[in-house]
């Protein structure tokens, strides 16, 4: 082998390690300090690891990847609970927003959640205002905010967010116009439409994991 090729190749394996120790450590990073923005969490983690090549900034499903490797292997004695209560909340959430036809988006649908994670809905409205007045009037203390979501892959469009706490969980609701149910926002992990579930699908979803869940006991009985 030429000897610019040997260093090319070695070249390449130290940026793909690099790459995984990034990856690694922006997962620990979204694990342990609730950071949940990918890119922040990933400039986080180069720094504090002396990475200094852009090649070596892992791609937001690295991240992901190494998210729940990081959650598997440490966390799993309380990951799993947590994901199930949130979820558990956000089906009694949307329930009660029903008119608004909620969808269920981000860790809480993906399965990442964890005591960091708030339940983050889609509502769809063409008045936000309607919401707000839906939710005061029921005694919701709220914090509105403003969140900017990619349309495309060009344009970005900026969404009233409602914030609230109930049972100790976060609730984070951002209204879209309803035309927007139709055609939903880019993921931030991978620029493709976002991952959205009804509540009818969120109910099936938490029957599935209840009867893993009891296979699991029934298999962990028989073995003892």
């Given amino acids: 082998m ?5 260093h090319r190749i070695h070249a390449q394996d130290r940026l ?10 922006a997962a620990r990073l979204m694990s342990e300090h609730g950071i949940r923005d990918f ?3 990933k400039v986080k983690a180069a720094e504090r690891l002396g990475i200094l090549e852009a090649q070596a900034l892992p791609r937001n499903n690295e991240i992901e990847q190494a998210l729940r490797e990081h959650q598997r292997i440490f966390h799993a004695d309380s990951q799993p609970q947590l994901l199930q209560e949130r979820r558990e909340a956000a089906v009694e959430a949307m329930r009660f927003l029903e008119r608004f036809e909620p969808r269920l988006v981000g860790a809480v649908l993906d399965g990442t959640a964890d005591s960091h994670s708030a339940v983050c809905l889609h509502l769809f409205c063409d008045t936000p205002e ?3 007045l839906f939710l005061q009037e029921r005694g919701v203390p709220l914090t509105q905010q403003t969140r900017r979501l990619r349309v495309s892959r060009d344009e970005q469009e900026e969404y009233p967010v409602l914030l609230f706490s109930a049972d100790n969980l976060p609730f984070d609701l951002t209204v879209l116009p309803r035309n927007a149910l139709r055609q939903p926002p880019l993921d931030r992990i991978d620029e493709k439409p976002m991952r959205r579930a009804t509540l009818a699908a969120v109910e099936e979803l938490l029957a599935t994991t209840d009867e893993e869940d009891e296979f699991e006991r029934m298999l962990s009985s028989a073995l003892r």
Avoid: F, L, P, S
Avoid at 16 to 25: H, L, P, T, Y
């Fill in 16 to 25: 793909q390690r690099n790459r995984q120790r990034v990856a690694q450590e």
């Fill in 2 to 6: 030429a000897r610019g090729e040997h």
């Fill in 39 to 41: 890119h922040h969490a």
């Fill in 130 to 132: 309607t919401v707000v």
